[in-house]
């Protein structure tokens, strides 16, 4: 990500000290070339920020998101942890626990909305708090939010102030968990009309954590959004993002299946139903995505002949994507096969045959049920 150079000068951002680039406006750094000729420069990040009390999410490497977690266990600070609650699975971050150092971990659910009204919100607390232990954390507290329509966004800024005690804040999540909005909601709770943030300056650092100060002369730090590698959205183009990532509440879906029939979640993964008699599956994915029945025999054909037309979104311009597959049988009752970044598929009685395929490198996996 080469810096902006003039007479062999590098230029960093004078809002967070990032080298500024002028090529790649998604990437860390990015200012236009006319913001060069001003006397002082900022990125487009900071510009946000300044301006209009926005934070912009940036993607980070692998290297550079362990680069944080080390500076951040070296911290005495509480971590705020935001998981896409539609994508619990693909959007948590692995190994958080063992570079928390000491600091407790406040888990917040977000795009709560997304859930089914019908679903008790003490419930999702409840399974958020089990998988988070079966995964090694135990969070000092769990939260649900939704950010995009600031739904308990003063809850979370008074726990936030109540679990902090006094200290720093990091906020950490993968990209496309709404980190940024949640931030941003955060930041007009705290400061309301103020604006405290405007006239400040930023201090960060070339990983572009930005700083934004609290009422005691403390911080709450927005860390860039990491990369999981096997979420589905990596799978696909930017513009096909839409069919994936829901933006309002997700209508269920049952489909009554007899045996040997399959389920085509566009073209990006592919259910079968094996064994186990005539029975009930049903399907929480994003309203966008068409859901094809057909017969188990003919499925394969159908993938290798119409993915990308029938069957899209499929992956990047449209080809067909090397799907991977995993079988089980349902040993308990109220499973989910959840496919990490679409959804997933809720199994009430056990004793079914099946058989889930995800692209190569994507994450399908079963769970206790979430509804």
Not at 252 to 266: I, R, S
Not at 273 to 284: E, K, L, P, V, W
Request: charged share 25%; net charge negative.
């Amino acid at each position: 990500m080469g810096g902006k150079t003039v007479m062999n000068e590098t230029i960093t951002c004078d809002g967070c000290g990032v080298v500024i680039q002028t090529t790649n406006p998604d990437a860390l750094g990015y200012a236009p070339a006319a913001a060069l000729e001003k006397e002082t420069i900022v990125c487009k990040r900071c510009f946000r920020l300044k301006h209009y009390n926005e934070v912009q999410d940036v993607e980070l490497t692998d290297d550079d998101f362990l680069k944080i977690l080390n500076t951040i266990g070296d911290t005495d600070s509480l971590i705020v942890k935001i998981v896409d609650i539609f994508d619990f699975n693909g959007s948590w971050l692995p190994g958080l626990h063992r570079f928390a150092g000491k600091n407790p971990v406040l888990l917040i659910g977000n795009k709560s909305d997304l859930l089914p009204k019908s679903v008790k919100k003490e419930r999702v607390i409840h399974w958020m708090r089990h998988e988070a232990s079966q995964l090694g954390l135990k969070p000092v507290d769990v939260m649900l939010t939704s950010a995009s329509e600031g739904k308990a966004i003063r809850e979370a800024a008074d726990a936030i102030e109540h679990y902090r005690n006094g200290k720093d804040v990091y906020v950490v999540g993968c990209t496309n968990v709404g980190k940024s909005t949640f931030i941003n909601r955060i930041i007009q709770e705290i400061t309301g009309e103020g604006d405290i943030i405007t006239t400040s300056h930023f201090p960060g650092t070339t990983l572009d954590m930005i700083e934004i100060p609290l009422s005691d002369g403390h911080v709450l730090v927005d860390t860039p959004g990491i990369i999981n590698h096997h979420q589905m959205a990596h799978f696909v183009d930017k513009e096909n993002l839409k069919f994936l990532l829901p933006k309002k509440e997700i209508k269920p879906k049952v489909f009554q299946l007899n045996e040997e029939q399959t389920l085509f979640f566009g073209g990006l993964a592919r259910f079968d139903y094996i064994s186990g008699g005539r029975r009930s599956f049903i399907c929480h994915v994003s309203n966008e995505i068409e859901i094809h029945r057909t017969k188990l025999e003919k499925a394969d054909a159908l993938y290798e002949n119409h993915a990308g037309e029938l069957l899209k979104p499929a992956g990047h311009s449209g080809a067909a994507l090397e799907l991977v597959r995993q079988e089980w049988t349902i040993k308990e009752a109220k499973t989910d096969i959840v496919f990490s970044g679409l959804g997933w598929i809720t199994v009430n009685e056990p004793g079914a045959k099946v058989a889930a395929y995800v692209p190569k490198g994507a994450a399908v996996t079963l769970r206790k049920s979430l509804i």
